[in-house]
């Protein structure tokens, strides 16, 4: 048990020593965080093994604010959800770490630097092992903090600085919600430990508080209120700009914060308070929807970026929307196997972009790349391995995980269904993009200017090896899921976790899709595991959620957009956001069209149909690369033709649908001005002025007039005395 | 009879007043003064205040109003023209308003206070002058040393006040 | 020692009248040093010796000092003052480090100043006569007003004469309160005596009304804070230090220990115009620290929104929120305590508070950069931090109480990101290209000593609040049956 | 027998008739004797009520108010010398010195 508290701390004990005595590591840092992170790994390793095995651990080390019946702890639980996240973040850490042993060779903040990583894969590991919201939300800001404090790395450019900032906000406005989802969790249950809030949650399902008037039901608050938490720290629809801005800060942190362990924060969050998510049909038709049309926005915008790192941000962006999407239908197994993949490949993406730069001297721009193929054959096929993963070819990770959400999409009703269709024309998208990058880089016209190509080289050994760790990791990592014979391995394995709360929630019609129950559940890891000894699960973890949604999604999506990041919260302000999120709404007919479908997936399907549409998948996606390679593959005008004809939809895409603008205008140009005016005005003058020295200029001028009546004449002080006299007697004997 | 003297007393004493205040010449007031002085004794008489009548004579028309003739001599004050303020008719209605609205109330409130325990007979018997000396060194001694305080402050002041420019200015000529 | 808290309070006037005998300088200040040194660690066994167990007033003393008028000196602590008072000891060995150097010329007088300051400060915190609470709390504007007044900045006389006016006027309120009081509690001074003692409510809608306005200004609550930013960027750091983080703190313990216990139910019909006022505090404070170019001002500012987190969560009547605006208070006086040491460092090398004068500290003054980003990352309320235990706990309460409240203030978390980073993103991480900053040197010894404890401090509450914490709740408890008693306070649904 | 009203109000009369004078003469030597007649009006106030209470103490009080007047007088008219010595005037008007 004890080794379980030793994960988080590993890296925790690394950063300390690195901080505390950086002056005497001059450039060492490496000797210290590297093994550390390995050792948590390993723990993590034999900790996935015991929980295999079926024992999960729950326990808490000391109070953090004990203030009567509000008391939270610090406190480790490992379940079969935890162990994997702990395995993804521990392997993609110190690949990490060795990566940047390469990468930042040189770089003056080279200690400093892999402290704040150490410190990272603490707090992650902090978030993924706690067993209460609070020590959830500790290890969520601690996140964002390190994501701060690692894209504003190199502070001389002024750009790392804005980005840095942006994130830390946008972050932080996500958390506002997030903090509020605790206050009224800890509210309604009178307490903020997973166990007993979990099992509490049926008791409370018909309960309502009231929200500006409207009469909401907790549980659709509750789950709004964290997956504002979770759009905040997953870059989700609303709280999207800041992804791809946190490009500015060095790769390795790219692939380690944006791609593969932070950004899931917020998926890993939904998933573990599955049972309040799935008692709220609202709130799961909310998180489907906005998890598709991210997955839509990100693809369309990744479609036309330059930039090598951008494109992979999108295109990460895009893959989150997939996850929250599955999480939205219910489908949480598939969410996880989902998040687990695309760390491995997209971490891989990333490394392998950064060893592209690093060997092109800091080249981002992927249209002065070309022909890089002679100059970095490592690099040039692990990104290929990795590109295919992505796209969601046969033998790699991708094809299965997101097949996986596809087929639970297609199961669950008519806007599953809807879903679905956006699920595939996001993968013909993202099989497009990716090799467009892809082309681009290694094939197509060679425009490198000529020093670039003169020492363009490959990326020395401590670079290469994690790519190619992490390549062999895309091409098996998928096989963990594969639905093809027995049962599928992920399920079983997530089974225990989100079964447990299914059958506790009455409200939900548990219409539960058997599994493929084949008999041998060939449990192939390529870390050689035991078989599993998870028992034969009747019910299947992805409950259908029949989304006889009540609430229509204005309501929902109107809770979405109180949290408007940053503007003076008012409900009024509110409102106006608001106008800007229904033309979303309607620019995805599917999902309104689909609103109300009928009875959930028909009886028990058969593997064909489950085949028939991994096959149109992998047709779509195949079709997506021939594209790219047509376009890009060979110098053609195509591109350039299409984006004339279509002037408008290329330039939104490129600058990102202007979102960047949108927010400047409504937020951050109107606050500093507002704060402006209103110091210049409201304190510095009226109150301050008008109020306060006013009171002092008053009695001067009081003084001043009263000083006409010194006359210096004794006679007048006589005649005032006199006066004086016949008022006081007067009065005396008037009243 | 007394009534008739009181009367003949207050109205001399009431334009005596009026004309102190009135005259142009300042001598005149002073005579005006004087013969206010004696019928205030007057009253002091009719009051069975003997010797308070003799001693307000002394010390007020003798001690007093004689200062007052010495220093008119010694500046020799002519009168001026306008020996009254511009707008006198306006201080003196107010002034008199003022008054006017005293004496009513006056008229109005009772006066119901302790009376103390020297009839006006015993103090016949014992002798105005005996009884107001056995008060006066009895129970009020500490005021009348105070007030011969008073007088000696009164004394050295006028003195140093006049006797300045000799000691200051010892050589310079008279100013 | 049986009379512990009299030493504590009178141990600095001691040091003070000593430090009157010598005349050179440099030995008046190690005296102060030791003083204050002592006197901290003599208030550590109030601490260490607190009984958790009881809500009664300990280490209680009581003398007859004016008989005629019934003030008799009658000192003690409980769990609400008892940590205030352990602050106050603890951070004035910094103010004293810290003006080393910074105050040059009469800094004899400087150091007396500081004393006297610190036996008012204490005696207010351990007070439990009325007429001994105002005299302490009339006596510590005297030493202000000097600090600010003689060491301040350039227009310092316009900033301390005010400060001291507007204080003065709020306290006069104040006195005439205490008088109505005494003769309506049954002529005593005694707090404990007249905690049990229930004014009609009219009266006490018309005590409550003047004591609001006394401890608003202190405080400083929304429109009456206007003092607060002339009298920081006029005062020296060590002023700003004291007045930042204990001065404050007057005025919410003069809330948490005359108007919710004495008078509840004027508290409990106010509490909708405070809990208004102290949201458009937090938000309004926030507004007005982003528009800001000068720091000192912006960390005023940044107190404004702070006590305005503190008065909401004196005002939702449950544990949770008494609790947090106790700890909020410490929080502050160490967080905004120490930016302002920071300010002091800084200023002591370039001699200007302009932000725009600052730039790329982080690659000439590296560590002081890591503790200036520590101190800003707990006064923004990161969790691990003491800043968030405090709002946190703060907004909890409020969200039990009136969840609309909670959600406005809670705003004041994302502004307060917003003002903090966009601060330390113009001084610490753009690009060094002032020179002057180029040559800037590191904290030197004395300065790191000044700031290393705070920091300790910072992740100790942020981390491990349980012996804060279990100190307060017998008396929060108690102070809540107080209020509750008389009037219920659950059932008023203000929304 | 008179009644004890007539002398107050004779005394009212007459200490008015001096506030008169006070206010409305310009040479100092007429508004130190209105003094006194303030001052006598006084007098015969404490001694009627002396008279009509049957207590000597009015009486007594009579002849403090006298060493004031004596007092008052000759500093008064001390001041009138020395300032006719130094401002050669004796016109209250021109005495505005204390003016703002």
């Not at chain 1, 002024?158 to 997030?178: E, Y």
């Not at chain 1, 999480?327 to 969410?335: E, L, Q």
């Not at chain 2, 013969?35 to 308070?52: D, P, R």
């Not at chain 3, 200040?29 to 300990?58: C, E, N, R, Y």
């Amino acid at each position: 048990m004890v080794t379980y508290a030793l994960i988080p701390l590993l890296p925790l004990v690394s950063f300390i020593v690195v901080g505390l005595f950086q002056k005497w590591f001059r450039n060492q840092a490496h000797l210290i965080c590297v093994p550390m992170v390995f050792l948590s790994f390993a723990l993590s390793l034999t900790a996935l093994f015991d929980v295999a095995q079926g024992n999960t651990v729950n326990v808490d080390f000391f109070e953090w604010i004990p203030v009567g019946s509000f008391n939270p702890t610090f406190g480790v639980m490992v379940d079969q959800l935890t162990a994997s996240m702990l395995v993804l973040v521990t392997l993609v850490s110190s690949l990490v770490h060795l990566y940047t042993v390469g990468y930042m060779h040189g770089d003056k903040g080279y200690d400093r630097f892999f402290a704040y990583i150490s410190l990272f894969t603490f707090s992650m590991l902090v978030l993924v092992t706690s067993n209460n919201f609070l020590q959830l939300f500790f290890g969520w800001e601690a996140v964002g903090l390190c994501s701060y404090l690692l894209i504003v790395h190199w502070y001389e450019r002024k750009a790392s600085c804005n980005a840095s900032l942006k994130a830390f906000i946008q972050n932080r406005v996500g958390d506002f919600g997030f903090a509020i989802g605790i206050f009224l969790i800890w509210v309604t249950f009178d307490s903020v430990d997973y166990q007993t809030v979990f099992a509490a949650v049926p008791e409370h399902l018909d309960e309502s508080v009231s929200f500006l008037g409207w009469e909401v039901n907790v549980m659709t608050m509750i789950a709004l209120l964290l997956f504002v938490g979770a759009v905040g720290k997953s870059a989700q629809f609303l709280l999207h700009s800041w992804l791809p801005d946190a490009m500015e800060g060095p790769t390795p942190i790219s692939a380690l914060i944006h791609a593969a362990t932070m950004v899931t924060a917020g998926i890993f969050m939904v998933s573990r308070c599955h049972p309040i998510f799935n008692a709220s049909e609202v709130a799961m038709m909310t998180v489907a929807i906005v998890g598709g049309f991210t997955a839509l926005f990100g693809a369309t915008i990744a479609l036309t970026q330059n930039d090598i790192k951008k494109v992979v941000a999108y295109s990460t962006m895009s893959q989150l929307g997939y996850m929250v999407m599955a999480c939205g239908i219910g489908a949480y197994a598939a969410g996880m196997f989902h998040l687990l993949t695309h760390g491995v490949f997209k971490a891989l993406l990333f490394l392998a972009a950064g060893s592209v730069i690093h060997a092109l001297a800091g080249e981002q721009d992927i249209r002065r790349m070309g022909q890089a193929k002679r100059h970095m054959p490592t690099t040039y096929w692990t990104m290929l391995w990795g590109s295919l993963a992505l796209a969601g070819i046969f033998p790699f990770a991708g094809f299965f995980s997101k097949d996986e959400i596809l087929w639970q999409a297609w199961n669950t009703g008519m806007m599953g269904k809807g879903l679905w269709l956006v699920g595939i024309i996001v993968a013909f998208m993202t099989a497009f993009y990716t090799f467009r990058v892809f082309f681009l880089v290694f094939y197509g016209a060679d425009n490198m200017d000529h020093e670039v190509r003169h020492h363009a080289h490959e990326s020395p050994k401590v670079i290469t090896i994690p790519l190619v760790t992490l390549a062999i990791g895309s091409l098996l990592v998928g096989w963990l899921g594969q639905p093809f014979w027995g049962k599928n391995p992920v399920h079983e394995y997530m089974s225990p976790v989100f079964q447990s709360a299914v059958s506790g929630t009455p409200a939900l019609q548990a219409h539960a899709t058997p599994l493929p129950d084949l008999v041998t559940a060939a449990f192939a890891d390529d870390d050689g595991h035991g078989a599993p000894a998870a028992p034969e699960a009747a019910l299947g973890a992805e409950a259908a959620v029949t989304p006889d949604a009540v609430a229509t999604p204005e309501v929902a999506m109107s809770a979405e957009a109180v949290v408007t990041p940053g503007a003076v919260v008012t409900p009024e302000a509110a409102v106006s956001a608001e106008a800007v999120v229904t033309p979303e709404a309607a620019a995805h007919p599917v999902a309104a069209a689909a609103a109300h479908g009928e009875e959930a997936g028909h009886g028990g399907h058969d593997k064909g149909a489950e085949f028939a549409l991994m096959a149109l998948s992998m047709l779509v996606a195949v079709s997506g690369i021939w594209m790219a390679h047509r376009w890009y593959g060979r110098p053609s005008q195509a591109p350039s033709r299409l984006a004339a004809a279509y002037q408008t939809l290329y330039q939104g895409s490129l600058n990102k649908w202007y979102w960047d603008e949108l927010y400047d205008a409504i937020f951050t140009r109107p606050t500093l001005r507002l704060a402006n005016r209103m110091w210049r005005v409201a304190d510095d003058i009226i109150i301050d002025k008008v109020l306060v020295d006013g009171v002092a200029i008053t009695t001067r001028i009081t003084g001043e007039i009263l000083k006409f009546f010194q006359t210096g004449r004794v006679q007048h002080y006589a005649m005032v005395m006199s006066l004086g006299i016949f008022v006081i007697v007067g009065g005396f004997f008037l009243f | 009879m007394m009534q008739a003297i009181f009367i003949y007393l207050a109205t001399v004493c009431v334009v005596c007043a009026v004309l102190t205040v009135s005259l142009r010449q300042p001598v005149y007031n002073v005579m005006a003064l004087l013969t206010m002085f004696f019928h205030v004794a007057g009253l002091y008489v009719l009051l069975n205040a003997e010797f308070l009548a003799v001693v307000q004579i002394i010390v007020y028309a003798g001690a007093i109003l004689v200062l007052y003739l010495f220093v008119l001599m010694l500046l020799n004050l002519r009168s001026e023209s306008r020996h009254l303020h511009r707008q006198w008719p306006f201080a003196v209605l107010i002034l008199g308003s003022v008054a006017a609205m005293l004496v009513g109330a006056m008229q109005a409130g009772g006066f119901g206070l302790p009376t103390g325990e020297a009839p006006a007979q015993v103090i016949q018997a014992v002798g105005n002058t005996e009884s107001i000396g056995l008060t006066l060194y009895t129970d009020y001694l500490l005021p009348f040393e105070l007030a011969s305080l008073v007088l000696l402050v009164a004394m050295i002041g006028a003195i140093v006040l006049t006797k300045k420019e000799l000691i200051q200015d010892h050589g310079e000529e008279q100013s | 020692m049986d009379h512990l808290i009299s030493w504590v309070i009178f141990l600095p006037l001691i040091g003070a009248a000593i430090a009157l005998l010598v005349r050179d300088h440099q030995t008046v200040k190690i005296i102060t040093l030791v003083i204050t040194v002592a006197d901290f660690l003599i208030s550590l066994p109030l601490w260490l010796g607190f009984d958790h167990g009881t809500a009664a007033f300990q280490f209680v003393e009581k003398a007859a000092w004016i008989p005629t008028f019934h003030i008799n000196y009658h000192v003690g602590i409980d769990g609400i003052s008892l940590l205030l008072v352990i602050m106050t000891t603890f951070l004035a060995p910094f103010c004293v480090l810290c003006s080393w150097h910074a105050i040059a010329e009469r800094s004899r007088e400087f150091m007396i100043n500081l004393l006297v300051m610190q036996t008012a400060m204490i005696g207010v915190f351990c007070a439990l006569d009325m007429a001994l609470f105002y005299i302490f709390w009339e006596a510590m504007l005297i030493p202000m007003y000097l600090i600010i007044g003689v060491w301040g900045g350039v227009n310092r006389i316009y900033a301390a004469v005010k400060f001291f006016l507007y204080t003065l006027a709020g306290s006069l309120l104040l006195l005439v309160a205490l008088i109505y009081m005494f003769f309506n509690g049954g002529h005593t001074f005694d707090i404990p005596t007249l905690m049990t003692v229930g004014f009609d409510p009219r009266a006490q809608m018309w005590l409550f009304a003047a004591m609001l306005i006394a401890f608003a200004i202190k405080v400083p609550m929304f429109p009456f804070h206007t003092w607060l930013p002339h009298a920081h960027v006029q005062a020296p750091t060590a002023g700003s230090v004291i007045l930042a983080s204990v001065m404050l703190k007057m005025g919410t313990y003069g809330f948490l220990r005359f108007c919710l216990p004495m008078l509840t139910d004027a508290s409990i019909s106010y509490t909708p115009l405070i809990l208004t006022l102290s949201v458009i505090a937090v938000i309004y404070g926030a507004y007005m620290a982003l528009a800001q170019s000068d720091i000192k001002k912006l960390i005023a500012y940044s107190s404004v929104s702070h006590m305005g987190f503190v008065m909401i969560g004196m005002f939702v009547y449950n544990q949770q929120g008494i609790e947090g605006a106790i700890l909020q208070m410490i929080n502050h006086g160490v967080t905004t305590g120490a930016l302002f040491l920071c300010v002091g460092v800084i200023y002591d090398r370039r001699h200007t508070r302009e932000i725009s004068e600052y730039g790329g500290l982080a690659k000439t003054m590296p560590v002081f950069c890591t503790m200036f980003m520590i101190f800003t990352f707990s006064s923004i309320g990161l969790p691990g931090t003491n800043g968030f235990v405090g709002e946190f706990l703060v907004l909890l309460g409020a969200y039990k109480f009136h969840p609309l409240t909670s959600v406005l203030a809670a705003t004041g978390i994302v502004l307060g990101a917003v003002y903090m980073l966009h601060l330390v993103a113009r001084m610490v991480w753009s690009e060094c290209s002032n020179p002057e900053n180029q040559k800037l040197t590191d904290l030197n010894l004395r300065e790191w000593f000044v700031l290393a404890p705070l920091v300790v401090m910072v992740f100790w509450i942020g981390l491990y609040p349980a012996p804060f914490l279990d100190v307060m709740h017998e008396s929060v408890l108690h102070l809540l049956d107080q209020t509750a008693g008389v009037a219920g306070a659950q059932q008023i649904a203000m929304n | 027998m008179i009644p004890l009203s007539s002398y107050v109000i004779l005394s009212a009369v007459i200490f008015f008739i001096g506030v008169i004078g006070v206010v409305i003469r310009r040479t100092i030597i007429v508004v130190l004797l209105s003094i006194e007649l303030m001052l006598n009006a006084v007098n015969i106030n404490f001694v009627a009520f002396s008279h009509y209470l049957e207590s000597i103490t009015g009486q007594v009080f009579v002849f403090f108010t006298l060493t004031v007047a004596a007092a008052e007088v000759a500093v008064g008219l001390a001041l009138l010398i020395a300032i006719y010595r130094n401002r050669k005037t004796v016109n209250v008007e021109e005495l505005d010195v204390m003016k703002w």
